[in-house]
């Protein structure tokens, strides 16, 4: 039988092996991790360890060849793909390294995207996207489209759109991999104001130290193995 408090996320002996013909790569050997419903998880680790890889599986975008995930007792793997995607849209956020914003829809309809494909009606996620827009400080700019916006600004909608669902979850991959240290710095306030009024927990891949040196801890992907860095 299973606890009653159990984490948020828990995966165990996770591994992926990417085969391209004769070569095999494995990406991840074995990883376990708890998270924790309200932590900031920095995972860090040099180019190519297989943090993106790891995120994606933990976000049910990617299949693990072997292992476990569970979201509290939910067996996020014994899922169907349709499942996974009802999972995702209703659970988990994401934040994409290049926001990923849909070039022809204005800051307003990205940020409302996940509530219209989740059937919300059209005035109440708009009405919901503006206000997310608000909180990360862009109602100023609700009917620019992507590339009438600052590098910053962009991943300030990325993120709104990713709580637009209020998210248990956000996962992001390099939120401040293009910026500079001030807009990275507006950036990592944001998580940390989200994380204090709603609780939101937060995996992050980053290179980014200053990044991860404000996180809750910060493990480290290293030949395809997870190590704990730091906790605070
Ligand atoms: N679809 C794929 N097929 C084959 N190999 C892959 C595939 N996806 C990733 N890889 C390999 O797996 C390894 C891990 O990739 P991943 O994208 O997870 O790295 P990363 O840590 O996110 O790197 P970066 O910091 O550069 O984004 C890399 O060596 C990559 O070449
Ligand atoms: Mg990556």
Request: charged content about 20%.
């Amino acid at each position: 039988m299973k606890q009653s408090n159990l984490p948020l996320i828990h995966c165990q002996n996770i591994s992926k092996t990417y085969i391209d013909g004769a070569n095999s790569v494995e990406v991840l050997s074995r990883i376990s991790l708890l998270v924790e419903q309200g932590d900031m998880i920095s995972i860090l680790g040099s180019s190519g360890s297989g943090k993106s890889t790891l995120l994606h599986i933990l976000g049910t975008l990617d299949q693990p060849d072997e292992g476990e995930l569970y979201f509290n007792d939910l067996d996020l793997l014994s899922l169907t793909p349709k499942q996974q995607a009802n999972f995702r849209n209703k659970h988990l956020g994401f934040v994409y390294q290049f926001h990923h914003l849909l070039p022809e829809f204005t800051a307003l309809e990205n940020v409302a995207m996940p509530l219209l494909i989740g059937k919300v009606n059209k005035t109440a996620a708009f009405k919901k996207a503006e206000e997310k827009l608000a909180e990360v400080g862009l109602s100023n700019r609700l009917n620019h489209k992507p590339w009438q916006l600052s590098g910053g600004e962009r991943q300030r909608i990325a993120i709104a759109r990713a709580i637009i669902n209020e998210p248990s979850v956000v996962m992001a991959d390099e939120p401040t991999g293009n910026l500079d240290s001030k807009n990275s710095q507006a950036i990592v306030n944001l998580i940390k104001q989200l994380n204090k009024t709603y609780g939101t927990t937060f995996l992050i891949v980053t290179h980014d130290t200053k990044l991860s040196e404000q996180m809750s801890s910060v493990v480290n992907l290293s030949n395809g193995e997870l190590a704990e860095e730091c906790s605070v």
